[in-house]
């Protein structure tokens, strides 16, 4: 059940505690809050490293689409779209959460708010005020902040077509994306690229921001031996993986950044008809699997007095809490874990991934395939890989599950309905009954449309 009671808005910013920190430059507090300067119309983190604005210049939001919103400019100097993800954003109301969620994903570059607010089971107003309480900014007002930092980013840190940044960030124009530049920046992307300094290659640069101490070492320790043999590799110092998202295949590489507090992920695409890159997808994704945005200052208070947790977080102060990239692959590990050592369900799933999986030409050493598909796994023969019957049964149960669910949402459903094709695993069948029962939304809208207009 969605949650849609009366919102409880987030606490409030305490002006003088935020002044303070951006006096100190705190990175304990990057991300939690930006400052606006009312003289220069710009909005900077906490960290920046201009000189501090006098006090009665500056106003305190929760998030950077609240001060776009306010008709605040991004800093060029301390880069707003490189801060950790925004803490009043994780655990605000479910319905926001899942929201921020599916907007993330492209919700709103080329859906509409009554869509997305159909989804969650709510009207627009009340979406709106969902959104005004919890993040300082409206649905669209944060889409539209998350695709300019997106550009923004990818303009700064890679050498991508200034074509391909607009679309990657999740524009549906060169005319769009050119004109939100030089309204937030007052330069053109081009003069934005020329003063930036970018390193040669392919690979697309991501720079992912995070609140210190970060023990990176043991986060990497602990996923090493759950790697997914061919599709994940861990070294010193360095995650790689590929993936496969919306039909965009590549390889990633995760390394500490040359400065600052940060990771930096290098991405390189291995389909170039791929019509747009994944890359808010793939920020996210990382940023959940490394847990970036966790506040280590509020976990460690929360923890000071606790007489088993407390010590050991005092000796390890950087621990995180590590993620997964994809749902499903998650999902699978799980079952394959049951009852078995975690060595013995890495073995099986490195079995899975090299029969049913397809090879992936990266040239990377240890990344051979990509993960199988849930439509694949849903038909396949899973006998003579170590598992019994009843495991067998629980992971096509699975996959079948998951596909039908990717079927769903490639067609704007969030809630289950009754397809064809679902309960023998005839994917082609699920698709083309929702592509007849979209074909037939459409129609509706355009003949209800067509008699609201004026004769």
């Known amino acids: 059940m969605n949650e849609i009671a009366t919102p409880i808005a987030a606490a409030p910013l305490d002006p003088d505690q935020c002044y303070r920190a951006i006096e100190a430059k705190d990175a304990r507090f990057d991300g939690r809050f930006f400052v606006c300067v009312s003289t220069t119309g710009i909005y900077c983190r906490p960290v920046c490293p201009a000189r501090v604005p006098k006090r009665q210049h500056c106003s305190f939001v929760p998030s950077a689409a609240a001060a776009e919103a306010a008709g ?10 490189t801060a950790p993800g925004t803490p ?8 926001v959460s899942r929201a921020l969620r599916l907007i993330e994903e492209g919700a709103l570059d ?10 969650l089971g709510l009207g627009e107003r009340q979406l709106r005020r969902l959104f005004l309480a919890h993040v300082g900014a409206g649905p669209q007002a944060v889409a539209a902040n998350r695709r300019l930092l997106t550009a923004k980013q990818l303009i700064s840190d ?41 390193q040669a290659g392919t690979a697309i640069r991501i720079r992912l ?39 965009a295949r590549g390889f990633l590489t995760v390394t500490p950044a040359a400065s600052g507090h940060a990771l930096e992920a290098r991405v390189t695409m291995l389909d170039a008809s791929a019509t747009a890159l994944p890359i808010r997808a793939l920020a996210a994704r990382l940023r959940r699997l490394f847990d970036l945005d966790a506040e280590p200052g509020a976990i460690a208070a929360a923890f000071a007095r606790d007489p088993l947790i407390g010590p050991r977080l005092k ?64 038909r396949a023969d899973l006998s003579g890989l ?7 049964a629980t992971l096509q149960s699975l996959a079948r599950a998951v596909a039908v669910a990717e079927s769903l949402r490639r067609f704007g459903y969030e809630k289950p309905v009754e397809v064809r094709g679902a309960a023998d695993g005839k994917f082609d069948e699920i698709d083309s009954g929702l592509e007849q029962q979209e074909r037939y939304r ?11 207009s004026p004769s």
């Open 88 to 95: 009043a954003w994780a655990g605000t109301a479910a319905t």
């Open 158 to 198: 890679t050498r991508m077509p200034l074509a391909d940044v607009a679309f990657a960030a999740g524009y549906q124009s060169l005319r769009r994306f050119n004109d939100a530049i030089r309204t937030a920046y007052g330069v053109a992307p081009t003069d934005i690229r020329r003063a930036s300094e970018t």
């Open 315 to 378: 000796r390890m102060p950087g621990l995180r809490v590590p993620g997964a990239f994809d749902g499903f692959e998650l999902a699978v590990r799980a079952v394959l874990g049951q009852q078995i050592s975690v060595k013995g369900a890495t073995t099986i799933a490195g079995r899975i991934v090299a029969k049913f999986g397809e090879p992936a030409a990266t040239g990377e050493e240890g990344l051979t395939h990509f993960f199988p598909t849930a439509a694949r796994l849903a």
């Open 442 to 452: 459409r129609a509706r809208r355009a003949k209800a449309s067509m008699r609201r």
């Open 209 to 247: 921001g995070y609140r210190p101490p970060f023990d990176f070492d043991s986060v990497l320790a602990y996923l090493s031996s759950r790697a997914l043999p061919g599709v994940e590799r861990i070294e010193t110092g360095r995650y790689a993986r590929n993936f496969d998202i919306g039909g």
């Open 386 to 392: 170590g598992l019994t019957g009843a495991r067998i």
């Open 72 to 81: 605040f400019r991004s800093c060029l100097r301390c880069r707003p779209e």
């Open 110 to 119: 080329e859906g509409r708010l009554e869509d997305l607010a159909a989804r």
